[in-house]
């Protein structure tokens, strides 16, 4: 639990575009025994043989890892009309963003935490394929990527092997996630709210805060949208 708070006050002191898309960011070298707390140890009890599959037949890695990061964010109910909540995926590998989504859901979602951890298990399928893409084209993929999600009880829930499960309805979901960190697929971290680039693709904004958010990841997080400004 200290290191997962002395993570959030990294986060909270640092710009969080820097950590997520810049592959040379301490948080990536120094600090990187910071957060990599090992999950895959704690939950390996909870999920015995979770594992990576990865096709043997794949070609040999020709370059060096590029860090994957992803962006998730679930609005609750939506749909005005339907109450069915939307997800938005970002995904960047290395400071490159080459996938995004924004889809409305199926179900209906009883609660914001069930909507979000249906977010989260979206968002680990997506990257499961992005993984495969990437060592297809003979990029090295082997540590796991982070998830980076605005609510705190998900992120705890499928980190901390303490947790318990108290939403039927989202079982499937919640054991998704979990047993991908406990396979060392990925990473699911707390970022700010107003830092998660996925809001623009979930909910609608202010002018002002979508260009924020945008230029946050295309043109570095010293991007201030103004009021006057046009997207």
């Known amino acids: 639990m200290e290191q997962l708070l002395s993570v959030f006050g990294y986060l909270k002191k640092q710009p969080n575009w820097q950590i997520v898309v810049d592959s040379q960011d301490p948080i990536y070298k120094g600090g990187e025994d910071l957060l990599s707390r090992d999950f895959t140890k704690e939950l390996g009890n909870q999920y015995p043989g979770a594992f990576e599959e990865i096709d043997a037949n794949l070609p040999k890695p020709l370059i060096d890892e590029i860090k994957i990061t992803m ?42 935490y069930g909507a979000k951890f249906c977010g989260m298990k979206t968002a680990v399928k997506e990257l499961i394929a992005v993984c495969f893409m990437l060592r297809c084209l003979g990029v090295k993929v082997k540590h796991a990527s982070m998830i980076c999600g605005d609510n705190v009880g998900v992120i705890q829930n499928a980190t901390i092997s303490e947790s318990l499960l108290k939403k039927k309805h989202v079982a499937i979901a919640y054991h998704k996630t979990r047993e991908a960190a406990a396979a060392g697929i990925c990473h699911p971290i707390k970022t700010g709210r107003v830092d998660n680039f996925a809001d623009t693709l979930s909910k609608a904004q202010t002018i002002k805060t979508f260009c924020t958010l945008v230029g946050g990841f295309m043109f570095g997080s010293e991007h201030v949208a103004t009021d006057e400004e046009e997207c």
């Open 71 to 112: 962006f998730v964010n679930s609005d609750h109910a939506h749909d005005k009309v339907s109450r069915r909540s939307i997800t938005g995926l970002l995904i960047f590998v290395g400071r490159t963003p080459v996938f995004y989504t924004s889809k409305r859901r199926r179900a209906i979602e009883t609660s914001t």
